[in-house]
Nanobody, 120 residues
Framework: QVQLVESGGGLVQPGGSLRLSCAAS????????MGWNRQAPGKQRELVAR???????NYADSVKGRFTISRDDAKNTVYLQMNSLKPEDTAVYYC??????????????WGQGTQVTVSS
C-alpha cells in the first residue's frame, strides 16, 4: 500500500514557474514508477510525465522542454518542475505510483490532486 500526498499547486501568471511535490508513505518507494497526470475541466485525465524506478523519464509532447520530473528516493518524494507555464496547463495535477520499471505490476495508487491555475 502506498499513500501519496501532493503539494505545491497554486495560481501563477503565464510564463511563471511552479514545483509540485509528491510525498509517498509506505515501503519500497524506489521500486515504484512514479508519474504525474493532469485533468482539466471537461477533459480526460492525461499523462504529463513519468519516471521509472530506474530513472528513465518520458513526457507528454505538450510539456517537453518546459517540465522536468525527478525523484529523491531517500526522501520518498517525486517532483515536477514546471517552467514557462501556459494557461492551457491549468488543471488538477495528480501524482501516481505503480510498482515496477519496464514491466509494471499491481494496482496504481493515486494522490488527491493539487490545483494549478495559470492566469493573468
Amino acid at each position: 500500500q502506498v499513500q501519496l500526498v501532493e503539494s505545491g499547486g497554486g495560481l501563477v501568471q503565464p510564463g511563471g514557474s511552479l514545483r509540485l511535490s509528491c510525498a509517498a508513505s509506505g515501503s519500497s518507494f524506489r521500486v515504484y514508477t512514479m508519474g504525474w497526470n493532469r485533468q482539466a475541466p471537461g477533459k480526460q485525465r492525461e499523462l504529463v510525465a513519468r519516471i521509472t524506478s530506474g530513472g528513465s523519464t518520458n513526457y507528454a509532447d505538450s510539456v517537453k522542454g518546459r517540465f522536468t520530473i525527478s525523484r529523491d528516493d531517500a526522501k520518498n518524494t517525486v517532483y515536477l518542475q514546471m517552467n514557462s507555464l501556459k494557461p492551457e496547463d491549468t488543471a488538477v495535477y495528480y501524482c501516481n505510483a505503480r510498482r515496477g520499471d519496464v514491466v509494471l505490476i499491481g494496482p496504481t495508487y493515486w494522490g488527491q490532486g493539487t490545483q494549478v491555475t495559470v492566469s493573468s
